[in-house]
């Protein structure tokens, strides 16, 4: 459990073992794969529903989703569904167990790993503008960062800590709020700082050799946001600010720094640490412990906008752009994901009708869900208020999810 931190999301959130992309050999039964061996995805369709089927997703096919995950177990469920010019908003369960609130309408909540894909995009763009390389090594940027215990950042380049083939240990494994309940108030408060996450990763050996194979890991992103605040003289967040979230009149995404509660209205984050276990409260929480691998916040309405921008070209050059979908096999995903691939901040899940773009994110008590088809037509974003301790459950929940993002780009099957 001490994993749990921004995990990815749109499927390992809730997976078997609640971990945070699972560090270590490649999940039983899977078969290994170059991460050299790249691909593009399929394009699916240009943007709306292939095969049979209606290809629109009625409001109340929303609201029977959200209804559905509350009566799973989630606490509050919020969610928000555009195709074309049609936009439907959902919700359900309660944003505070004790008072019996609503969920709020549109209400914040920590995105955690999308902030992967909004670092990401900042850094493709300073690729675009040549003030850096994704061939550049973590060593060129950050001399001395990545070493020991058989790290070597001149070993590593941004392109392998974007598409998470760098094999550095994940470091969330070593945060202590998240383990239980007790070391979570004894710890949710905590300041850290970039380099004190990485020094935790350095403390064990690289999970295998840079390029070798694909694993998930967070401090390959706090890497990231390092490197961004050399290139540029400015913390990461500020360039995110500026290149992201301003162009696109993202008003309500922000990045919390030391601040550990959320801006209003939002729901109550819960969080079940074993299975039939009490729900505990931890909306409370100092996110610099995710930093630019997970610290983001932003509403239902803002995130979608973001994946739409994204897949309509708003952000990147054509050149970025490639090289953000050019993807890998996620190797330790495939037990939940099959077929899954990941590219740079970014991740494409095969479907009936092709696939679609997406990227989760947890923090304790929260988890994320989103897709959006390849050419931007089709988005859907959830934010679920509980992480269930039970593996059974979190499964269910999740198959739950796949079938509303399913028919939302693909219609009604």
């Known amino acids: 459990m001490r994993e749990h931190l921004i995990r ?7 997976a078997a073992a609640l971990v945070a992309g699972t560090a270590g050999p490649a999940a039983a039964g899977t078969r290994a794969h170059s991460p050299e061996r790249t691909f593009y995805p399929p394009n699916a369709t240009a943007d709306g529903a292939r095969g049979s089927g209606d290809s629109r997703v009625p409001a109340a096919d929303l609201q029977q989703a959200v209804d559905d995950l509350h009566r799973l177990g989630i606490t509050g469920v919020q969610g928000l569904t555009r195709i074309g010019r049609d936009t ?3 919700r359900a369960g309660v944003g505070d167990l004790d008072k019996g609130t609503p969920v709020p309408v549109d209400g914040y909540f920590r995105m955690g790993s999308n902030t992967k894909t909004f670092v990401a995009v900042t850094v493709l763009q300073l690729a675009g503008e040549r003030r850096l390389s994704l061939d550049d090594t973590v060593e060129r940027w950050l001399p001395g960062v990545v070493s020991g215990n058989g790290h070597d950042g001149s070993r590593i380049t941004v392109r ?5 083939t760098s094999g550095i240990y994940n470091y969330t494994n070593e945060i202590e709020a998240l383990g239980s309940h007790e ?3 004894a710890h949710r408060y905590d300041h850290w700082n970039d380099a ?3 020094a935790l990763a350095m403390k064990h050996a690289p999970v295998f050799a840079p390029g070798t194979r694909w694993d998930y890991s967070n401090t390959n992103y706090i890497l990231a946001g390092m490197i961004v605040e050399k290139a540029t003289g400015r913390p990461w967040p500020a360039e995110v600010r500026d290149r992201v979230l301003r162009p696109l009149g993202l008003r309500h995404t922000s990045y919390p720094g030391d601040r550990p509660t959320l801006p209003a209205p939002h729901a109550k984050a819960y969080q079940q640490w074993a299975p039939d276990g009490p729900l505990y409260d931890t909306t409370a929480f100092n996110t610099t412990a995710a930093s630019a691998a997970g610290g983001l916040i932003t509403t239902p309405t ?3 906008r973001f994946w739409q921008a994204l897949q309509q070209g708003r952000l990147l050059k054509p050149r970025q752009m490639a090289e953000m979908h050019r993807t890998v096999f996620a190797e330790t995903w495939q037990d939940f994901l099959p077929g899954a691939r990941y590219g740079l901040g970014i991740a494409f899940v095969p479907n009936r009708c092709g696939g679609y773009w997406a990227h989760g994110g947890d923090v304790l008590g929260t988890h994320t869900a989103n897709a959006v088809s390849p050419g931007g037509g089709r ?4 934010s679920l208020t509980t992480q269930p301790g039970s593996e ?3 499964l269910t929940v999740q198959r739950r999810i796949d079938r509303l993002m399913d028919d939302v780009i693909c219609g009604r099957g």
Not at 379 to 382: K, S
């Open 302 to 304: 803002d995130l979608a």
């Open 8 to 14: 990815y999301g749109a499927a390992t959130a809730l």
């Open 196 to 198: 004190a996450l990485v």
């Open 160 to 164: 392998q800590l974007l598409q998470h």
């Open 379 to 382: 988005v859907a974003v959830l």
């Open 392 to 394: 059974e459950t979190a």
């Open 88 to 90: 439907d908003t959902a």
């Open 183 to 185: 070391s979570y108030l």
